[in-house]
């Protein structure tokens, strides 16, 4: 891509409205802009960030045999009202009336319109387990949209659901499901834990949340500083127990962080399939209520998550895996033919070999140039400059440590392809 014809909106100060670095970035960077409080734009750059983790999503869903399908983002009333969550879910809930006067919602979630497919379609326990999911836009008029996509009223969500014929084939999936997200959140580059949500509304049910460690996440997590147990304290059965507590299990002291919750899964049991009476005909040809699991990620929210943990006082550095551009060509002096010429002969070998790269080709200070691409997180800048052009160099440099690396101009293009493993295309 070249920049001057990129809308990369950057802006030189930070905006007075956002409180959290990754806000603030995104806004800087061009990434994002609001519409309305808790509604935004994805930019160019954020949709290519999205479009990466969406892709790392669909791959370790296909990998635990969930197929994916899309639902309707406008779900009647009478649906609710069968959970009873027309009522319970208050002003969260975003509620429209059509023509005919018949009441909808923007869904938050989708249980209820899922519940109502399969027990249309799924009759018989020969065609279960069956695990569907989607990736979607989500709508919840939260009480405090702040942090820019982090708490958002609009918001994209990957979410899953498993139906079995039993509660151990339940509770298979939802391994699997657990095992899915460590490798999702892994493979997006984040620092993260599983936590223990025991919800005691739902009772013996099974929930574990997925928190990336920050110091501004809004959740706060309490963990051992011995064994691996880990709790939200919110949503915790132990409760209000604070830092220096005996840890539930072990007696060992415990200690809190602050956390952004990324993902959710949880064992919903029959609650769902009971309220909607879903069922399903046994090997006796008993009818059955599906178990079900549902399990969530907020895709748009990673964004955030991962600028939280990566960056520093410059801008962002990107992990390679959800890197909007992993190459960031710098040439210095945009009046020096030579310069120009060196910088798009990289330019091009690089697209052709399909690595992501940006090209600043514009006419501007270099002083400017460096800032942006610094700002802006590509994991690696190629800064082409008149002096080590004489020479028969050019430069690389890693965005996350600063360094710089000199290769010789004849090899550059072998050297930078290798160097991302990428094989010229056929
Ligand atoms: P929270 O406690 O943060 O409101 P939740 O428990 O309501 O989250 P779930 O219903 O489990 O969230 O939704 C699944 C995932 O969707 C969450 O783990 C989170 O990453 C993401 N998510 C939830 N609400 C929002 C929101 N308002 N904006 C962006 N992402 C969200
Ligand atoms: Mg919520």
């Not at 006067?101 to 379609?121: A, N, Q, S, W």
């Not at 330019?347 to 992501?356: K, N, Q």
Request: net charge negative; glycine share 8%; aromatic share 8%.
């Amino acid at each position: 891509m070249y920049y001057s014809h990129a809308l990369i909106p950057t802006l030189r100060d930070d905006p007075a409205d956002a409180e959290v670095i990754s806000h603030k970035l995104m806004l800087r960077a061009g990434f994002i802009r609001k519409l309305s409080a808790g509604i935004y734009c994805y930019l160019p750059l954020a949709l290519r960030v999205l479009r990466k983790i969406e892709k790392i999503v669909r791959e370790e869903m296909a990998t635990t045999g969930a197929q994916e399908l899309l639902l309707p983002a406008l779900q009647p009333s009478e649906l609710w009202e069968e959970t009873g969550r027309w009522q319970q879910y208050g002003k969260e809930l975003i509620r429209l009336r059509d023509r005919h006067d018949h009441d909808f919602c923007l869904g938050p979630t989708h249980e209820e319109v899922i519940t109502d497919l399969v027990r249309k379609e799924i009759r018989s326990y020969r065609q279960l387990p069956i695990t569907l999911y989607q990736i979607q836009t989500k709508f919840r008029d939260e009480m405090r949209p702040r942090f820019g996509i982090m708490r958002g009223r609009e918001f994209i969500m990957k979410d899953a659901y498993s139906f079995d014929a039993s509660v151990e084939g339940a509770k298979i999936n939802y391994q699997k499901m657990y095992d899915a997200y460590h490798r999702i959140f892994s493979r997006v580059g984040l620092t993260f834990r599983a936590v223990e949500a025991d919800n005691g509304l739902i009772g013996g049910s099974q929930s574990d949340e997925f928190m990336v460690l920050t110091e501004t996440g809004e959740e706060e997590i309490i963990s051992c500083t011995a064994c691996l147990y880990a709790a939200n304290i919110e949503k915790t059965e132990v409760g209000h127990r604070g830092m220096g507590d005996p840890c539930p299990r072990c007696g060992e002291p415990l200690k809190i962080d602050r956390g952004i919750e990324v993902g959710h899964v949880f064992l919903l049991g029959t609650k769902y399939s009971k309220e909607m009476k879903a069922l399903f005909l046994n090997e006796r040809g008993e009818e059955r209520f599906f178990e079900m699991g549902c399990y969530g990620i907020g895709v748009s929210r990673i964004i955030a998550a991962a600028i939280e943990q990566n960056h520093d006082e410059k801008g962002i550095i990107w992990p390679i895996s959800i890197a909007p551009y992993i190459v960031h060509i710098v040439p210095v002096q945009d009046k020096s033919d030579d310069v120009m010429m060196a910088a798009k002969q990289i330019y091009t070998a690089l697209m052709e070999r399909g690595i992501d790269v940006l090209f600043d080709d514009r006419a501007e200070r270099p002083g400017v140039k460096f800032n942006d691409a610094d700002l802006l997180g590509a994991p690696y800048q190629i800064v082409i400059g008149e002096k080590n052009l004489e020479k028969g160099l050019i430069e690389l440099k890693e965005r996350k440590t600063g360094t710089f690396t000199k290769i010789e101009t004849d090899h550059a293009i072998s050297h930078v392809a290798s160097y991302f493993g990428a094989a010229p295309k056929q």
